[in-house]
């Protein structure tokens, strides 16, 4: 395996600087300009300004990055608010508080050009809104941005979309008014777009062995604790600010929508696996769960808060030992590449280079479950899966959206038949890099 010698100070430059390389009037871009996802994602956008914020929160990280990052941050969620939805549009998914999921001012023929195109709008411009946690994550990315850096200025700017995309969760993210939150597709629509809706959002990551997918609507785990957080921390925040802008009222509807999430969480996604209690990967559209092992549900110990000293989220905290152990067993955790996006032993396990979100390594998914491990305290675990996210980043030599290893564990570039390959700059990788650079965490 080639190894790649680089100095932390050059590799935290090479993260830095091809953050900013993805930076355009719109915002921050997924990836490089001439790859697939040069354009607008709302959900890559927001875990991207989240990782930057806490990676800006360390005090080693020099003042004029800061600005830079910050000035970049605040652009980019402004964007996100005006892209933000205002009417139903069944063909392009657009729904009134909803959040982005692709926006394209050009550089869309291959999704036009299909048996079944993408909408285009009147305009001329693609807008996408197939994802349901772009729309909790662009929440908790306005309230820590706001919360870090008291920008009240922005905060009022942005406000009626807070209150707009908070209501959209419990009423349009709900569809079933059972208190989780679900998609599906619209038996009426006649354009295409994603029928996955979840950060996973390839076929494969759902289909079961005979190729078919679960019923709708289908509630992914991840997105139970994203839209959990973003309740919570938006509920705290109409209830204590200092603005003026107090609302006990809405603050009291927030927190009982996140109260009853969290009941029927515990209650309809835990289960055992190999004698250790772990969360199914969704429920299909009857309430069954999707058994199958994947990497997402420690994502919901990253979507997680302190307050007075103590954790909150949405797991039941008895669970939660139990599901980081089953995620570091060998099918889910490698020691060079980190935590897989599925488990060596589901019977749709793809160990090729072509597998997308069936047991390849995304640094995205590493980062975040990193921090929700330090966060709760598992900090042996944390260090194991802090060096075995950077060490293939640093083995490609940029911030790779994703890669595989072969059967000799060699790193490989993911590449599918159809030629399409990992982009080699990716938004969130750069910023995941950046804050595990800066938040280091020592074994205990």
């Known amino acids: 395996m080639r190894k790649l010698s680089i100095s932390k100070l050059l590799f935290r430059k090479l993260m830095h600087d091809s953050l900013l390389s993805l930076v355009s009037k719109d915002g921050i871009y997924a990836s490089g300009k001439d790859e697939i996802y040069g354009c607008i994602f709302g959900r890559d956008s927001a ?14 990280t020099d003042i004029l990055d800061k600005i830079k990052l910050f000035e970049i941050s605040k652009r980019a969620l402004i964007g996100l608010v005006a892209l933000q939805g205002k009417e139903v549009n069944i063909d392009s998914g657009e729904e009134p508080g909803k959040f982005i999921h692709e926006y394209r001012r050009d550089n869309f023929d291959h999704l036009i050009k299909r048996e079944k195109p993408w909408y285009v709008y009147p305009d001329g411009i693609l807008r996408n809104f197939d994802s349901i946690d772009s729309t909790p994550l662009a929440l908790i990315a306005i309230y ?4 870090f850096t008291r920008d009240g200025e922005f905060l009022l700017h942005v406000l009626p979309a807070v209150e707009s995309g908070l209501d959209w969760i419990m009423n349009y993210g709900d569809r079933d008014r059972d208190h989780l939150l679900e998609y599906g597709v619209h038996p ?17 990551s759902l289909q079961k062995a005979d190729g078919s997918l679960p019923s709708y609507p289908i509630a992914p785990v991840e997105v139970q604790g ?9 509920a705290n925040f109409f209830k204590q600010n200092k603005l003026g802008i107090d609302n006990q009222e809405y603050s009291v509807k927030l927190k009982h929508f996140a109260k009853n999430l ?13 004698g250790l209690h772990y969360a199914a990967q969704a429920l299909d559209g009857n309430k069954n769960k999707v058994k199958t092992i994947t990497g997402n549900p420690l994502l919901l110990l990253w979507a997680s808060y302190r307050k007075q000293g103590k954790k909150y989220s949405i797991i039941e905290p008895k669970y939660i030992p139990d599901i980081v152990r089953r995620a570091f067993e060998p099918d889910l955790f490698d020691k060079d590449a980190g935590i897989r996006t599925m488990s060596t032993k589901s019977p749709t396990f793809n160990p090729k280079q072509d597998s997308y979100h069936n047991g390849s390594f995304w640094p995205k998914l590493n980062g975040m479950v990193h921090e929700g491990l330090v966060r709760w305290g598992f900090i042996s675990e944390a260090v194991k899966l802090r060096k075995a996210s950077l060490r293939p980043i640093k083995y490609f030599g940029t911030p790779i959206e994703l890669y595989t290893k072969d059967e000799n564990g060699s790193y490989q570039r993911y590449k599918n038949s159809g030629g399409q390959e990992a982009c080699r700059i990716q938004a969130w990788t750069a910023a995941t890099a950046l804050d595990l650079l800066t938040h280091r965490k020592k074994r205990k």
């Open 262 to 274: 969290k009941r029927n969480f515990n209650k309809n996604f835990i289960f055992k696996d190999q």
């Open 47 to 60: 875990i991207t300004i989240l990782k930057i914020i806490r990676a800006c929160s360390n005090s080693k």
């Open 188 to 204: 009426q629509r006649t354009h295409g777009g994603l029928l996955v809706h979840s950060w996973t959002d390839s076929l494969e």
């Open 144 to 147: 820590k941005y706001w919360k």
């Open 226 to 234: 994203y839209a959990w957080l973003a309740l919570r921390l938006w």
